[in-house]
Every structure is written in C-alpha cells, then in structure tokens.
C-alpha cells in the first residue's frame, strides 16, 4: 500500500490543523493506520492510531483530548484533526500502516509501510 500525508503547515499557538493519509494500491481496511512525528534532532514518536474497522483508537498521553484520528475506509483516508496545537506539535508527521496486532501498534518498527511526511509548525 502507498500512503500520501498531506495538510501539514504553519501555524499560531491554540490553532488547528486536519492532516489526511491518502493510501492506494492495497487492501487498505486490512491495516491499522498510525500517524508519528518527528521533532528535529528527535526520535519518531507515536502519535495516534485506529483499527481497521475505525472501531478502537489510542492516542499518545501527550496529544489526548485535542488530536482525533478518524478513518473513512470508502476513500481510503486517514484524517488526524489537531486541535489547541502547542509549539511542542511541531514536528514532520508520518502516517503509516501495520498489519501488527492492536497491542504493538505504538511501536514505530512495526510499520512497515510509510507516507512521505508532512511538516507542522506551530508558532508561540
């Protein structure tokens, strides 16, 4: 499967941003999709996930009650709405996509399928 992440760009502290994940080429409602981001000089860390069938989500404790990620399996999307964004958001996001069971989904190495990024930059 071939992931598209697009939506990123710059903008003020307490603002929103929506990112999607566009996929095509595989059996995308077989995957469990993820978005990571990537702070410079930093590792690529996990930011939310949701299952299959968009029934079961999980979110990194650092992003909960503003980040909402929502998949539509119909046009292969994978939106990630960002609400009260903070300057600590900024980073590249990544969305990617596993087959893994649902209990390793956090873990960036078991994703064996990328998107290209897409930079958030969020100004105080």
């Known amino acids: 499967v071939q992931l598209q992440a697009s939506g990123g760009g710059l903008v003020q502290a307490g603002g929103s941003l929506r990112l999607s994940c566009a996929a095509s080429g595989g059996a995308f409602r077989t995957y469990n999709i993820a978005w990571f981001r990537q702070a410079p000089g930093k590792q690529r860390d996990f930011v939310a996930v949701i299952a299959r069938n968009g029934g079961t989500t999980k979110y990194a404790d650092s992003v909960k009650g503003r980040f909402t990620i929502s998949r539509d399996n119909a046009k292969n999307t994978v939106d990630l709405q960002m609400n009260s964004l903070k300057p600590e958001d900024t980073a590249v996001y990544y969305c990617?996509?596993?087959?893994?069971?649902?209990?390793?989904?956090?873990?960036?190495?078991?994703?064996?399928?990328w998107g290209q990024g897409t930079e958030v930059t969020v100004s105080s």
């Open positions: 990617g996509a596993t087959r893994v069971i649902w209990g390793a989904t956090m873990m960036g190495e078991q994703y064996i399928y």
